[in-house]
């Protein structure tokens, strides 16, 4: 059975960083190619350095070696394979599609795992899901601003 407690902090981390990044680089000249490029970069460096800290907290707070090996390795995997599904809506889609896909994929996704984490504790899902939603949102929203502003007076 999926446990939630083992993916969350990988998941959501490659939901929001990958939706940022699509929104922050899918306007004017950006091509698919820059994306994806950044996409990788996220699955590759940023995911072992993230992966190394849980691994290096997970050791600090005394956690089994098999705790510590499948919390780095788990996150590791997530990560990994859903920002590759995020690359391949770019690949697929020209920028400005891409961004609204991915947009929709990345809020599915969300509400999806935050759905099971509201389960797991026992919470209200749609008030716990609804604030997810919108700290997703906001920083789709911030980065399409930020990705406007650094194009708009870089060019």
Request: net charge positive; charged share 10%; aromatic share 12%.
């Amino acid at each position: 059975m999926f446990r939630v407690n083992k993916f969350s902090m990988g998941m959501t981390a490659a939901i929001m960083t990958s939706m940022a990044l699509i929104a922050g680089l899918a306007q004017g000249e950006n091509s698919s190619v820059g994306i994806i490029a950044g996409l990788f970069i996220i699955a590759v460096a940023d995911n072992i350095s993230d992966s190394f800290s849980i691994h290096m907290y997970f050791e600090s707070e005394g956690a089994s070696r098999e705790a510590v090996r499948t919390s780095t390795f788990g996150n590791f995997a997530a990560r990994f394979v859903l920002v590759l599904t995020f690359a391949l809506i770019v690949y697929l889609f020209p920028p400005s599609l891409a961004f609204i896909f991915a947009s929709l994929w990345g809020l599915i996704l969300l509400t999806a795992l935050s759905y099971r984490i509201a389960a797991h504790r026992k919470k209200n899902p749609l008030s716990h899901t609804a604030w997810h939603v919108f700290v997703a949102v906001a920083i789709i929203a911030c980065s399409k601003i930020l990705g406007g502003f650094i194009l708009r007076f870089a060019s």
